[in-house]
Every structure is written in C-alpha cells, then in structure tokens.
C-alpha cells in the first residue's frame, strides 16, 4: 500500500516538474535566432559629457557593435549619464592620508525606440574598483584614473547586457 503511494506520488512528482520546465524558455541571449545581434547593431548611444562617459560610451558602442561603429540610421537609442566617485579608505590617522580608496562609477541609462520614442527599458548600474593610493601625486593621480577605467568598462559590460537583454524580449 505505501509503495503504490509513493509511486503515484512519484509520477504526480514527475508530471508536475515536466508542467514546469516545458514553460521554461531559457535560450542563449546572443543567438542566431533570437535577433538580439542586429537589434544591438541598431543601437545609437548619447554623447559623453565627461572622459568617464566617454569610457562607457566607447565600450557600450564596441559592445553593441562588435567593433563595426555606431550605426548611421539607428533603430534605438540610449540616453545616459556616468559619474564617478573616489573615497579614500585605510586612513593612516599620523599623516591624515588614505593608503587605498574606491572609485565609483554609476550609469543611469534609458534605452528608447527612435520611431515613437517609447522607453524600453531604463535602469542605474553602480560598480566599484578598488585602488593602491601610492606616495607620488602624479602615481596616485593616474591610479585613479586607471580604477575609473576599470569600473567604467564593467559598468558598460553590465548595461550592455540589460540592453540586449531587453532588446531580446
């Protein structure tokens, strides 16, 4: 009697579970026939204000592209802002100096159709890079520089991939 139960509760078990994951549509986000490739092709971005933007704008255009450029009749378009902040951390308390600090980057992104300018998808993306504060100005100056690099690129990888995401819907 308990062993036909727990068969039957077996092949419910069974039955509910192929329910489920037939419902389940996970496919490659890049894949030939989703399309998301040449609507990533389409795909203008916003003007950098700023060499911050500028580093997200690049990468998100070699993202989107595939190294090809922006397109000259785009399809899309995506508005954004990048700033940047540096904290210092590890204060040395004697000298009233950091040793290492954090830098930054946040992106708000809006991702519109250019035809009515329906907004698709908008969202923030916020990464930060750590970095080594040296002695020397100048060092410590293009350390910074360097960690806003960093984050900039992985803060365009991130918004990249929620706009293709979106794109593949």
């Known amino acids: 009697m308990v062993s036909k ?6 092949l419910v ?18 894949s030939e026939s989703s399309g998301v490739a040449g609507k990533l092709e389409s795909v ?6 700023n060499r911050v933007e500028q580093e997200v704008r690049n990468r998100l255009i070699f993202l ?10 785009a399809d899309y378009k995506v508005e954004f802002n990048a700033k940047s902040s540096v904290i210092g951390t590890l204060l040395i308390a004697s000298s009233d100096t950091s040793r290492a600090g954090r830098a930054t980057v946040s992106v708000d992104y809006t991702l519109k159709s250019t035809k009515d300018d329906h907004v698709i998808k908008a969202g923030n993306r916020s990464v930060t890079a750590l970095v080594d504060f ?18 900039s690129r992985e803060a365009a990888e991130l918004v990249g991939a929620d706009i293709a995401a979106a794109l593949g819907r």
């Open 44 to 49: 203008a971005f916003s003007e950098a204000t």
């Open 134 to 151: 040296p002695a020397q100005e100048f060092a410590k100056q293009r350390a910074i520089r360097d960690a806003e690099d960093r984050a």
């Open 13 to 30: 078990a069974t039955l509910v579970a192929t329910v489920f994951l037939a419902g389940c549509q996970v496919r490659p986000l890049y």
């Open 64 to 73: 989107a592209s595939r190294g090809a450029g922006e397109p000259a009749n």
């Open 5 to 10: 139960l727990a068969g039957r509760v077996g």
